[in-house]
């Protein structure tokens, strides 16, 4: 499933022409950013999370972590991060390639306010070695997602 549902999504909704295919993974936001050649702020990173056992993904800034007050204020629960080895079962995606795209059903999406201080950010999409990019102003267009602010920035 993964890449191929993502990029099904994509082309139904006009923008699979902004898939790149990188000879290298770029499965964390490091990675990702050295491939692409931008900073790493700029990568629009995935985390997967469990809500009374229901399967959750928030995006992110690269340069942003979730603030246990924010997340539990907002959700009413404590941060309980998918484990590694289920995200793929639960989530759809690899973990490298999550996104908030071509996700297994059921599973709710959410864009975290980090984002909205970027123009561009891109995504992974599906597999550790695609991104793709996305204007901020359109992503939740793409994305069938609700803007929430359950981040803070990390301090370098």
């Known amino acids: 499933m993964s890449y191929e549902s993502v990029k099904e999504e994509l082309e139904r909704k006009g923008y699979a022409n902004r898939i790149t ?3 290298n993974p770029c499965d964390t936001v490091e990675n990702a950013a050295r491939m692409i050649g931008c900073e790493e702020k700029l990568i ?3 985390m997967s999370f469990l809500l009374d056992d229901k399967p959750i993904v928030i995006v992110a800034a690269g340069d942003a972590k ?3 007050r924010k997340y539990k204020d907002m ?3 404590k941060a309980k991060m998918v ?5 793929e079962s639960i989530i759809g995606h690899k973990p490298g390639g999550v996104c ?3 996700l297994n059903k059921g599973v709710v999406a959410y864009l975290d306010e980090s984002l909205k201080r ?3 950010v891109y995504s992974a999409a599906g597999a550790p070695e695609c991104t793709v990019a996305f204007r901020v ?3 939740d267009k793409v994305i069938d997602a609700e803007w929430i602010d359950v981040c803070k920035l990390i301090e370098a």
């Open 75 to 77: 959700f009413k629960k």
């Open 21 to 23: 295919i990188h000879p």
């Open 44 to 46: 629009a990173k995935t």
């Open 100 to 102: 908030a795209l071509g």
């Open 66 to 68: 979730i603030d246990n």
């Open 118 to 120: 970027f123009e561009v």
């Open 137 to 139: 102003d359109e992503v």
């Open 83 to 87: 484990p590694w080895e289920e995200v």
